[in-house]
């Protein structure tokens, strides 16, 4: 099976902008979950997604959202960047509920 | 509440020593614990997990033991190579609701391991 796949890989927006990350989930996945991570920080949760539904969100404000699609694709959008969202944001899918997570590359934003 | 304890939360040793990371959580009901390894520049990545119904598995030079009663799980490395130089991630599944049965995977803050030639 291919892996989790994320786009872009790298993008670099500046303060007040919005962006949209995309996540694949293995075939067969029905949950995605989405992670923060700065630099020498741990793995933040942002959100989780089973079967379209929102179903588990962390600590973050709300200009942070994301939805997911019938196929499992997930998305996950900031609006009003600021400079401290620059971060490594990892989706990962997981065949269900306190499953074993599958990582993918993660996608690099950097706001300036 | 959701709470996964991870230490140390930096690790040093030589090539060739032993490496101990330990993680305690507080549902009692959580059943599956995976451990992650991240190397710089790379997603986290499986490499060991452990269900409630043992007490003890082992890949090769890393194991992972579970204690249930005391709440807590560890990773064992033996032999360390430099490649084993990384951050570690443990995990334990905390249910959302008693009602739904879906849980979430919380993760611990992480471990750098270091393994000096």
């Known amino acids: 099976k291919a892996g989790v796949t994320q786009t872009p890989r790298y993008l670099i927006k500046t303060r007040g902008q919005q962006v949209t990350l995309s996540c694949s989930p293995i075939s067969g996945h029905r949950s995605v979950s989405w992670y923060q991570q700065t630099p020498g920080q741990g793995l933040q949760f942002l959100f989780e997604?089973?079967?379209?539904?929102?179903?588990n969100k962390g600590n973050f404000p709300g200009r942070f959202s994301g939805r997911q699609f019938s196929n499992s694709r997930s998305e996950m959008n900031v609006s009003t960047l600021e400079l401290g969202d620059s971060a490594l944001y990892l989706c990962?899918?997981?065949?269900?509920?306190?499953?074993?997570?599958?990582f993918g590359p993660g996608t690099r934003l950097t706001v300036l | 509440g959701e709470n996964v304890e991870q230490h140390p939360s930096t690790l040093s040793v030589q090539e060739g020593d032993s490496a101990v990371i330990k993680c305690t959580y507080s549902?009692?009901?959580?059943?599956?614990f995976p451990w992650y390894k991240q190397e710089l520049g790379k997603r986290p990545q499986l490499i060991i997990d452990?269900?409630?119904?043992?007490g003890e598995k082992k890949d090769q030079r890393i194991a992972v033991t579970l204690n249930k009663t005391a709440k807590h799980f560890s990773l064992h490395i033996t032999e360390t190579q430099p490649e084993d130089s990384a951050v570690y991630f443990c995990?334990?599944?905390?249910?959302?609701?008693?009602?739904?049965?879906?849980?979430?995977?919380?993760f611990g803050t992480g471990t750098r391991l270091l393994v000096s030639p």
């Open positions: 997604y089973f079967s379209e539904t929102q179903r």
């Open positions: 995990a334990a599944p905390q249910a959302l609701s008693m009602n739904t049965g879906f849980q979430k995977l919380v």
């Open positions: 549902d009692s009901a959580s059943n599956y």
């Open positions: 990962a899918s997981s065949p269900g509920t306190g499953r074993e997570q599958f």
């Open positions: 452990i269900r409630s119904n043992v």
